[in-house]
């Protein structure tokens, strides 16, 4: 991933509340805490905060990418420092001294900027440097049963694939590179001034020694091609709606050789017609009647498999909630198999028949109707 703007303007240690000095686990177990308290599943509302501490995860989260983050971190007072930080549309940031205002309005123009600061041509090299493909984000919609015991499926995008007629090199078949005349095929330039011997990447292959001469007609020398595709991913048991899954190296192609970027899926989550859902717990309300109530029952309730019998012994009061072990969401290797909760709902009637009415009202004879002395009226 080429260094984003966003990363000049946001402290994502300060997002997830840790120390620049946090160990990778030390920023897992801060993000797991705060991503389940602001799940928008929980506290609808909370969406944009959940999304900051994604992305900020997304970054800390990913050794590679918490290196460039901090090294763009340290960057910025280095060169001078971005006073009034980069973008906002404003126009106030500017380089001192340099006499002109320089405004930042995407990040593709600020990938252009900085990929010459870092000197690794990753963009802005050329069209021959080796780019690492875009990250691409897909949408998938789970059944409650697919979320519940984890599915392997297929999601469909279109982004940039390696390209079919030279398999990426972007020479057209039958050809080859020709090794670059500038650098002689090391890719890099020496430099030599004085006390320093400064070693700078090749501008004119960026840095792959290679030039190519005959391009290929189908990707006109990029290595890849736009088109239609269908990855494979394990979406694990107990996905929530809202999760993002990362798939390393299913994003779009990286060009000139560079590596694929990642693909995110984003999961919906359907409705099921009885279940629902709290966590690894399933849960389910069941009506009974006021008699089953008072006197105990035994019922049959559904489970994602075959069916339980669960007591429910006299006296037990409505909304009362039954624990059926491990007939929840199933466990993975960090966490255990959750419970079914079944809820009993006293269900009144809303017609009597007269024969009904008669035994209600002699049923009222005997039972008292409960205190309401702790009301206060
Ligand atoms: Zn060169
Ligand atoms: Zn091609």
């Not at 549309?89 to 593709?108: L, M, Q």
């Not at 501008?203 to 391009?215: L, N």
């Not at 595709?229 to 560079?258: D, H, L, N, W």
């Not at 559904?302 to 909630?321: E, F, I, K, Q």
Request: hydrophobic residues 30%; charged residues 25%; glycine residues 18%.
């Amino acid at each position: 991933m080429a260094p984003q703007r966003e990363w000049f303007e946001k402290d994502y240690y300060k997002t997830l509340g840790v120390p620049s000095t946090a160990t990778p686990k030390e920023i897992t177990s801060a993000y797991r805490k705060l991503a389940k308290k602001h799940h928008p599943d929980t506290n609808p509302g909370d969406d944009e905060l959940f999304k900051e501490i994604t992305a900020a995860y997304d970054v800390l989260g990913d050794a590679d990418k918490r290196k460039e983050y901090d090294e763009v971190r340290t960057l910025g007072p280095q060169a001078g420092g971005f006073p009034g930080g980069f973008g906002g549309g404003g126009g106030g940031g500017g380089f001192p001294g340099a006499g002109t205002t320089f405004r930042v309005d995407d990040a593709g123009d600020f990938g252009d900027l900085f990929g010459g600061l870092f000197g690794r041509g990753r963009r802005g090299g050329g069209q021959t440097g080796p780019q690492r493909g875009a990250d691409v984000e897909a949408e998938l919609h789970l059944t409650f049963e697919d979320a519940v015991r984890g599915v392997t499926t297929s999601v469909n995008l279109t982004t940039d694939v390696r390209c079919h007629t030279c398999g990426g090199s972007g020479s057209a078949p039958g050809t080859r590179p020709d090794p670059c005349p500038r650098c002689g095929g090391t890719g890099s330039l020496q430099d030599d001034q004085g006390l320093f011997s400064l070693s700078q990447i090749c501008p004119q292959c960026s840095g792959r020694g290679t030039i190519v001469t005959h391009p290929c007609p189908t990707c006109s020398g990029t290595g890849t091609e736009h088109r239609n595709r269908s990855v494979k991913v394990r979406i694990p048991a107990g996905v929530e709606g809202g999760q993002r899954i990362r798939v390393k190296g299913r994003g779009a192609a990286g060009r000139g050789g560079g590596p694929a970027g990642d693909l995110y899926v984003i999961v919906h989550v359907g409705r099921h017609h009885v279940f629902g859902r709290k966590g690894r717990n399933l849960t389910l309300t069941v009506p009974v009647g006021f008699a089953e109530a008072a006197l105990g029952t035994t019922l049959t309730v559904p489970t994602l498999d075959d069916p339980v019998t669960l007591r429910v012994p006299a006296g037990t009061p409505s909304g009362r909630t039954f624990r059926v072990k491990a007939r929840g969401v199933p466990g993975g290797k960090k966490s255990p198999t959750g419970d079914l909760l079944v809820t009993v709902e006293v269900d009144v009637p809303g017609e009597l028949t007269e024969e009904q009415r008669t035994a209600v009202e002699e049923l009222a004879k005997v039972i008292e109707p409960p205190s309401r002395s702790g009301l206060g009226v």
